[in-house]
């Protein structure tokens, strides 16, 4: 009896210590991101993060880096503090979580939504692939417009954007390979302005339908269609709110599901290294199921047979990197 109370003892004395010495239990997970919340696709990301955090006994901490020259000192003090996974989101913080991952072997880091990679057994990058959702959206402004001219306005030309492009003129072209897609870069992608007056261009220069990839500077975008009374479509999350009545179609980047999935698996012991790219096979929402209602019935079915065969991988679109 003594030797058990002894055994006892020692391991509460133990478990005082190690809740004192800074290092938090299991099931904690740190989002460290470059832009506020309030940023569309940041929001994104962290939803799916708070799901988990309310389905299980998960904390989450948000860590909102705005300082590039702070951002490996942030990815090292979530590490410390014995955050599991580490999270961050885009490419500069990728470099810093990479960098840092190295010296936490006992520590899985998940990068999302860019393609930067490493060898390291502890960093697994999530490519959360937008070609399936805009090749939908593609098909519907292909069957929808009426002067056979389309345009998209791009943040800037980077892989994940021409993966939009690609995508998107994939679909146009499956309907008619003669439709033309005028594309052009904003050069940012926090600038509603910006946006604003390349939307006047396109509408100007005969397009009646104009997608976006480039977050807050695409707000522009839409309000000019709405402008010109012509169609724009907006992106990572349902925008029909953003010009009711002129946003003909959302391509959905579902960070939501992307960041829940893979956060949970890591959590369950289900971690792998690498690249993940997550889309139609692996269970991504291609569209919002408002925009399906508002197009014609014909077109409906149309989206579903789409949706099947992409799901499938019978439809297979190739990124363009």
């Not at 290092?23 to 799916?48: H, R, W």
Request: charged share 20%; glycine share 10%; net charge negative.
């Amino acid at each position: 009896m003594k030797k058990l109370r002894m055994l006892m003892l020692a391991i509460v004395f133990f478990t005082v210590i190690g809740c004192g010495s800074g290092v938090m239990a299991a099931d904690q997970i740190a989002l460290i991101m470059n832009q506020p919340l309030g940023d569309p696709f940041a929001d994104l990301v962290y939803s799916g993060l708070e799901r988990l955090q309310d389905e299980r006994d998960v904390k989450v901490k948000l860590i909102e880096s705005l300082d590039k020259s702070e951002y490996v000192e942030q990815v090292r003090a979530m590490a410390d503090l014995g955050y599991n996974p580490v999270m961050v989101l885009w490419e500069d913080l990728a470099a810093a979580a990479i960098e840092v991952a190295a010296d936490y072997p006992n520590t899985n880091f998940i990068v999302l939504d860019c393609y930067t990679t490493t060898e390291l057994n502890n960093v697994q990058t999530i490519v959360m692939e937008p070609q399936e959702a805009s090749f939908i959206a593609g098909f519907v402004a292909a069957k929808t417009t009426k002067t056979k001219q389309l345009g998209f306005v791009g943040g800037a030309d980077l892989p994940v954007i021409r993966n939009f492009l690609s995508g998107f003129q994939a679909g146009v072209a499956h309907v008619n390979p003669d439709i033309e897609v005028s594309v052009l870069y904003a050069g940012t992608f926090i600038d509603p302005a910006k946006g604003l007056e390349i939307g006047r261009i396109l509408f100007n220069s005969g397009c009646d339908i104009v997608m976006h990839a480039a977050n807050k500077t695409g707000l522009g975008v839409l309000k000019a269609a709405a402008e010109a009374g012509k169609w724009g479509i907006g992106v990572d999350m349902w925008q029909g709110d953003v010009a009711p009545g002129h946003v003909l179609w959302s391509v959905l980047k579902d960070a939501t599901n992307a960041a829940y999935i893979m956060a949970g698996k890591a959590l369950d012991g289900e971690f792998q290294p690498g690249i993940y790219k997550f889309g139609a096979t692996t269970g991504a929402k291609l569209y919002d199921i408002r925009d399906l209602e508002n197009v014609s019935k014909e077109i409906q079915q149309e989206v579903l047979q789409l949706e099947k065969k992409l799901n499938s991988g019978q439809i297979k679109i190739t990124d363009n990197q």
